[in-house]
């Protein structure tokens, strides 16, 4: 017995002229101001509508909305600081030197700190256009201290290619690890 094979042929597209490109639609809501900005609900739309009901009120009683919030960490529910530093440290260097995404010491630092070593990373990528790779960045020597419980003060000395750079740093305990909440380059 001998079968045929079977074809399947996409159906054909039928167009009734040329291709033509049109702009991608806005998808964001105008700002205030803007043209095309509600200025009020209009007399099609009912006050109500769309919206979630909000209670200004205080907090229910016996229900405590604190557990949402960041909680601070004690120094022995969290990693050893100075081992845990000295990684973070030499992340931060191969960040800075173009070998890792900033985007790794983000769950690790506080949005300012981020923020600034963004634009630090970016700065450096633009300085480092053209240029041979140097020696890789190490941690060189660090030592910290704690003044006071679920906080820890760390300064590092590092070798940032062919110079020798000192980083200090302020850690904080919160939701169970270590986040770093002010940092300084040399």
Do not use: N
Not at 28 to 40: C, F, H, I
Not at 131 to 157: F, I, K, M, N, W
């Amino acid at each position: 017995m001998t079968t045929a094979p079977i074809h399947h042929q996409a159906p054909a597209l039928h167009t009734t002229g040329p291709v033509r490109r049109v702009p991608v639609p806005v998808c964001d809501p105008p700002l205030a101001g803007e043209p095309g900005a509600a200025t009020s609900w209009g007399s099609h739309v009912s006050p109500g509508q769309g919206v979630l009901a909000i209670s200004l009120g205080g907090p229910r009683r016996g229900f405590d909305e604190s557990f949402a919030a960041p909680q601070p960490t004690t120094t022995r529910d969290l990693p050893a600081t100075d081992q845990w530093c000295r990684r973070y440290v030499q992340v931060l260097l191969e960040v800075l030197a173009g070998q890792r995404p900033a985007t790794q010491l983000l769950r690790w630092s506080s949005t300012d700190v981020y923020a600034a070593l963004q634009k630090r990373a970016a700065l450096s990528a633009r300085l480092r256009l053209g240029t041979a790779p140097t020696r890789p960045p190490a941690v060189l020597s660090l030592r910290s201290c704690a003044p006071r419980d679920g906080v820890s003060e760390a300064a590092a000395v590092v070798r940032d290619g062919g110079r020798v750079r000192a980083v200090a740093l302020r850690l904080e305990g919160w939701d169970g690890r270590w986040r770093v909440t002010a940092l300084e380059m040399g």
